[in-house]
């Protein structure tokens, strides 16, 4: 009477089949290749050095297999090696404090040439000048990684709504202003909002955190979530931004302003406060990118290669307007490099303010309490989506 | 001429032409499966499973108020799939038995999204729906209307939803419709039996295969949905989903994360075991 | 072939004078330029069983579902007991069908089966169950039937099942879609006369279809047989064996020997295909062409040309045994004969013997067309 009967049983087996074919195809995609690595190179970065842009010339230039997996927050990227990916990748590309204060003790990273790599270091930016804290490890011996893109963080307005002035007056009390409920945005960018939500609070992120401020970083964080109108990744900020859906948001500076201002939306501008509760009441942060060859006990070669590779003036350039996201480097402190910035990139990664924002600033550093303080912002973002 | 079952060496014919099948079930299946189940028991924030096991992680879900989140997974679950019931058996019955030779076109139609990227869709509705977009700008500049945007609430994460599972519930529904032999509509109806009849007598109960199969399909697959929230509700609700991504990504909670999963895992194992015992299909196909 | 008496006992004196309880009048159904049902007029009396007896293709499928409502008439009247029906959808004539494909419900039990149309009428559960369990009976299915999954039953058993449902429903009128079809040959002729059965039982109007004149034979008061979308004759079993119309109907008799004939200036009939003249015992009105059909059991083996009124020598090319009878292929030259015999007239013929073969001019018609 049925001609094709469907049992349960049948489908349930179908089903079990596709699902274990699944799952055994995204393991063996992970799995290295043990060949002969002299013509491989992984690399486990922040987005834009995964870009075609940058990498094609190094793969055509040396012949070899390059790999970059791109991801958006540097625990992952940390726990990667930590959970024994050191075999996998050879390069990893991270912000300031964690090649110094965590890669470098746990043996996941190894140290570069001094007398090769310093050179380097003199034609960047004068902050940079060898020896660079952030590339040292924390005696001070080591060469343990190289800066290139570097930015301010903190929040983006629409000047056409809130002004820069207003913004950089007002810094983080932005989100201290009942008015403001509903207007803003805050990206997905969760260790970021930790921090920012300890400026808001009003203390240092960077430092053990008492009672009394695990308390008010509490209230905080739930008020700031219930009152977000959308949170989001950094496309979503920006069209909402743009369309008119908020005027602001949490987190968020050159690298996520630039590829907006690039489009052309100039009104859209990363802010530094002029004030905060930073040491020496300093209102921003800075990061900067730290990038280290992995401790593999088979590292290619290339890693090296490619660190050189990316200290070329041309390159430096390529890697700051890789896509997706438009920083400034330190290889800018090179008149051959930033000569080969136009007008509009310049403006694109807010150049004409850079200076001054990041003395505003201190540098991205470890939050000894991360761990409890991104459970207790977890569950307020929680508790503000019940309503 | 040998026995069939050489039984010193323990395994038979069967079996042992099963056992690659099998390794490659266990590795690919079981293994991924019991190293989330097995990190679950693992103190919090380890990255390893060498350490003594503890209920630590459990014990922390019960004590945060993760409930909201699986509160929303299970609502908005349920929403949509009933929802997708109402709208899909509709479109099935049509592609089934009305619209003939141009069923194939619509299934074409029905089909052809799958192949972008579902964050890529999502984000086309962004611009749909976003203030100054494609919805609201012609509002705007056609009418002079203004009506507040609707984007970033939870009805239009419903809606993603909706729109992202349709195929899902539409395509084992529309095989359930159409597995129904004609002739037993048309003797039903020449036994008396009007319209409505009709449909709940004979077309409904023989098309339940389908639609059971719809259901649970969609229904696990939007418990586990995170980027309609993410993208379309900016985050307005918190799945529980996304609250697992948080755990294994900006919390590097692997424990806690693998908890809350396996917690998922047997929330909806077990409704869906209960929906299976209750609608058994075999027995829906009268193969009791 | 089925043997006679079966059929004789139908006291057909009574038939015609039954008012008809369902009327056919230009009956057509066309699809496009097409008609499946080329203007049908018919009367069909209460009581009877009456066959419509087609190759497939010849619109008899379509004639059915257009009586039990599942198709629209395209011109053409449909009168139900004196009113006109075919505006009435099927599920509210007091008519009922029984598929080829039977179309029982898999998802109940025989009982629910059998219970459906008592239930669609809103008859309480108690009532609907002494009604069923009474036509399990009936159908000579046992009482424990009730709850069984109608998977589960046989092919016999689920005939009787659907038969059942249907005359739960009692409908004024039964229709039969060829639900034998299907069934192998000796379960077939068992159910062919339980129906037959049923139908004095229940004394309920039956109109049954099938393809197969020899079921039409076993069961029908009357038999109408279709030939692309026409009633070609109707007619009680007994004229459509004994008088075929035409060829066509002859031929659908099963095995036949027909030879083409045309009529001489001498009003002798003599064969088209080889050198022969007929002697028979009637020449229609006007006859000039058509063919003379004589049945393989009036066909006989003689020794003598004058043991009968037609003798014609061939040779034996094989010989069949079909049960009680044996079946003879004879070549007259390059025509084939068929002859039949009981089985106890053995006899010594072997294979390329030559043969007289000879019918008497009674056993023998002729027809048009």
Known sequence: MLKTPLSRRNFMQRSTAFAAAVAAGAKFTTTPAHAAREKELNILCWEGYNSAQVLDPFRQDKGATVKAESLTNDPTMVNRLRAGETKIWDLINVNNPWARKIMAPEGLIKPLDRATFEPYFDKMMPAFKAPYKWAMDEKGEQLIGMAQRFGPYCFVVNTDKVSRKTAEDQGWNLWNDPANDKKYGVLESDDWNVFNICCIAGFDPFKVHNDDEVAKFTETAKRVFKGAKVVGDIATMNQSLVSGEIDFHLTGGTYSASPARADGAANIRGITPNSGPMEGGKGGIVWIEITSPVNNPELSPLATEFLKYVQDPKVAHTVAFAEGTFNPVAQMGNKECFDLFTKEELDAIQWDSLEEEVARSVEYDIVPDYDKLLDIMTAAKKEASAG | ?288 | MPEGPNLLKVPKDCMSKRPPILQLKSLTKSFGTFNAVDGIDLDIAEGEFFTIVGPSGSGKTTLIRMLAGMEQASSGDIILSGTRINDLPANKRPTCMVFQSLALFPHRTVGENIEFPLKIKGIDPAQRKVRALALLDQLRLPPNYYGKSVLRCSGGERQRVALARALAFDPKILFFDEPLSAIDYKLRKTLEKELKDIHRETGKTFVYITHSLEEAMVMSDRIGVMRAGNLVQVGTPNEIYSSPKDKFVSEFMGDVNVIPVSMNGSRTITADTFDKTFTVATIPQAFSKGHLVIRPEFVRFVTEAKEAENVLEGKLYNEYALGSRIQYQVRVGENVFIVEKLRQHSSTLRRDQTVLIGWDAKDSILVTG
């Open chain 2, 1 to 288: 001429m040998a026995a069939p079952h050489e039984t010193g060496k323990g395994l038979s014919q069967g079996a042992r032409n099963a056992l690659p099948l099998m390794l490659f079930m266990i590795i690919g299946f079981a293994a991924p499966l019991l190293t989330v189940i097995a990190y679950s028991f693992m103190p919090p924030r380890s990255f390893g499973l060498t350490r003594a096991p503890t209920l630590d992680n459990y014990a922390d879900i019960f004590a945060s108020n993760s409930y909201i989140s699986f509160g929303w997974s299970m609502l908005f679950a349920a929403l949509t799939v009933a929802l997708l019931a109402l709208i899909c058996y509709p479109i099935a019955y049509g592609m089934a038995r009305l619209f003939g030779r141009w069923s194939p076109i619509l299934t074409l139609l029905f089909t052809i999204p799958l192949f972008v990227s579902e964050n890529v869709r999502l984000y086309g509705w962004i611009l749909f729906l976003i203030k100054n977009g494609v919805l609201l700008g012609t509002l705007k500049s056609w009418f002079g209307i203004e009506p507040e945007s609707i984007l970033f609430t939870p009805g239009v994460v419903l809606l993603g939803m909706v729109y992202v599972y349709l195929p899902f519930m539409l395509f084992p529904m529309t095989l359930g419709v159409s597995m129904v032999p004609n002739e037993t509509r048309e003797a039903a109806r020449d036994l008396g039996a009007s319209r409505w009849q009709v449909f709940r007598e004979v077309e409904l109960p023989l098309s339940m295969p389908g639609i059971m199969i719809g259901l649970l399909l969609t229904f696990v697959l939007a418990v586990g949905a995170i980027a309609e929230a993410k993208v379309l509700g900016g985050q307005t609700i918190i799945p529980i989903t996304h609250d697992i991504e948080i755990a294994f990504t900006y919390a590097q909670n692997w424990p806690l994360g693998a908890a809350l999963a396996v917690l998922l895992m047997i929330v909806v194992g077990t409704l869906v075991m209960l929906v299976l015992k209750r609608f058994d299909l075999d027995a829906i196909l009268g193969k009791r």
